[in-house]
């Protein structure tokens, strides 16, 4: 049974930092596409970034490259997203999620698996 299992959301100050952590059981995210999501109130929800197992390539949206870097522990399964020069437009329920196709395409995935998501709030 493949669990995804986000933490390290919270609250913090416009310009501050966070880093989340993805711990993932049932699958190895080594060997697996792994990304970021958001969902912001009254928004769609987004891809924020993502790796691909099989070449390391990664993925960011417009809106947090240069500020958010994504990266894997696979000693310990665990998907990271650093989150530097937070804005409180950055404020949304985070989610990991798996795909685990051979190939990437980040932004149509399908993704086949999902975290119950870990809240960050950006206070301005």
């Known amino acids: 049974q493949v669990q995804l299992e986000e933490s390290g959301g919270g609250l913090v100050q416009a310009g501050g930092s966070l880093r989340l952590s993805c711990a993932a059981s049932?699958?190895?995210?080594?060997?697996?596409?792994m990304g970021w999501f958001r969902r912001a109130p009254g928004k769609e929800r987004e891809l924020v970034a993502g790796?691909?197992?099989?070449?390391?390539?990664?993925f960011y949206s417009d809106s947090v490259k240069g500020r958010f870097t994504i990266y894997t522990d696979n000693a310990e399964n665990t998907l990271y997203l650093q989150m530097d020069s937070l804005k409180s437009e950055d404020t949304a329920v985070y989610y990991c999620?798996?795909?685990?196709?051979?190939?990437?395409?980040?932004?149509?995935?399908?993704?086949?698996?999902w975290g119950q998501g870990t809240q960050v709030t950006v206070s301005s």
């Open positions: 999620a798996v795909d685990k196709g051979p190939s990437w395409a980040p932004l149509s995935g399908p993704y086949d698996y």
């Open positions: 790796v691909a197992w099989h070449d390391g390539r990664t």
């Open positions: 049932g699958l190895m995210i080594s060997r697996n596409n």
